[in-house]
């Protein structure tokens, strides 16, 4: 009948209603964050940022921004981490900065924090500090180390953290103070996922370069008024240009590698945009 149809084309709408959103709820994954923090009260009125990099590193994306009162700041929200694919949209790690992250003025008031579920403090100042979450304290450990002279405390700390998201982000810190003894003792207490990460796997290839390009003293190089070998490079749109095409129409050239993991680099960009522009 024509009742049994309406109702049997309602079971099936609804059906298919259900099954798109338990699909959904499935591949989507959320964040849930809740960031209180405290900092300087002459910051009263200032914006604070979170940002978030995107799961390929290409860049930080602001997500959300409030102001300083009384001295204290907080975010509650959510954030998607994956889409509707199950592919990861962002990256774990968020930077919280005061004013615009890439104002020189107030680029010392910042932070990575990792993005995980509840409570996250922050201190925000010329030297911060974060705790509050499992990884987050994880990473107060690490940064307290960070400011302290290079010393075997640094090698002990990463091998007790060989199976976890801190070890391979330390490595790369301080591999370059590692002696060979220290890499290999590093190595033989590691676990399996540390010594095939791929962070800590181009550390120890970058190493291999760098004394390749000693002398038999173990002096390097002095490359400093030297000619610079040309290589060839792939721009933003695509176009295959080699580095004699820069030098050859310029007084100076300047070379900047940088990572989009690095704080400091990310910074300077809106500084090299406005060098470029001038000269």
Same mark, same amino acid.
């Given at each position: 009948s024509?009742?049994?149809?309406?109702n %049997? @084309?309602?079971m099936?709408?609804?059906?298919?209603?259900l099954l798109?959103f338990? #699909?959904s709820?499935f591949?989507?994954?959320?964040t849930? %964050?809740?960031?209180?923090?405290e900092?300087r009260?002459? %910051?009263?009125?200032?914006? #604070? +940022?979170v940002?978030?990099?995107?799961?390929?590193?290409n860049?930080?994306v602001?997500i959300v921004?409030?102001?300083? &009162?009384?001295?204290?700041?907080h975010?509650?929200?959510?954030?998607e981490t994956?889409?509707?694919?199950?592919?990861?949209s962002?990256?774990?790690?968020?930077? #919280?900065?005061? *004013?615009?992250y890439?104002?020189?003025?107030?680029?010392?008031?910042?932070?990575?924090?990792y993005l *995980?579920?509840?409570?996250i403090?922050?201190? +925000?100042?010329?030297?911060?500090?974060?705790?509050g979450?499992?990884?987050?304290?994880?990473l107060e450990e @690490?940064?307290?180390?960070?400011? =302290?002279p290079f010393?075997?405390k640094?090698? &002990? %700390?990463?091998?007790n953290?060989?199976d976890n998201f801190?070890?391979?982000?330390?490595f790369?810190?301080?591999y370059? &103070?590692?002696?060979d003894?220290?890499?290999? *003792?590093?190595?033989?207490a590691?676990? &399996?996922?540390?010594?095939?990460n *791929?962070?800590?796997n181009i550390c120890i290839?970058?190493?291999e370069?760098?004394?390749?390009i000693k002398?038999?003293?173990g002096?390097?190089?002095?490359?400093?008024?030297?000619?610079c070998?040309?290589?060839?490079?792939?721009t933003?749109?695509?176009? =295959?240009k080699?580095? @004699?095409d @820069?030098?050859?129409?310029?007084?100076?050239?300047v070379l900047?590698?940088w990572?989009s993991?690095?704080?400091?680099c990310?910074?300077?960009m809106?500084?090299?945009?406005? +060098?470029?522009?001038k000269?």
């Open positions: 024509v009742h049994e149809s309406v %049997f @084309y309602t099936i709408k609804t059906s298919l209603g798109f338990l #699909i709820s591949l989507y994954s959320q849930s %964050f809740n960031i209180a923090g900092t009260l002459e %910051f009263n009125g200032k914006p #604070i +940022l940002l978030v990099m995107d799961a390929e590193d860049g930080a602001e921004t409030t102001k300083v &009162e009384n001295g204290k700041f975010f509650r929200g959510k954030i994956t889409n509707l694919f199950g592919e990861k962002i990256n774990d790690m968020f930077i #919280i900065a005061l *004013e615009s890439s104002q020189r003025e107030y680029s010392g008031y910042n932070i990575k924090g *995980e579920e509840g409570n403090i922050i201190n +925000l100042d010329t030297i911060s500090h974060i705790s979450t499992p990884k987050n304290g994880m @690490y940064y307290k180390l960070d400011r =302290t010393s075997k640094h090698i &002990e %700390f990463i091998k953290n060989t801190i070890g391979p982000m330390a790369r810190s301080y370059q &103070e590692f002696s003894n220290d890499i290999n *003792e590093i190595l033989a590691a676990s &399996e996922d540390f010594r095939n *791929e962070e800590v290839k970058s190493r370069i760098i004394k390749s002398n038999e003293d002096v390097r190089l002095q490359i400093v008024g030297t000619k070998s040309d290589f060839e490079l792939t933003s749109l695509g176009e =295959t080699r580095l @004699y @820069y030098i050859r129409s310029s007084k100076y050239t900047d590698f990572a993991w690095c704080g400091p990310i910074a300077s809106p500084h090299l945009k406005t +060098l470029a522009e000269y």
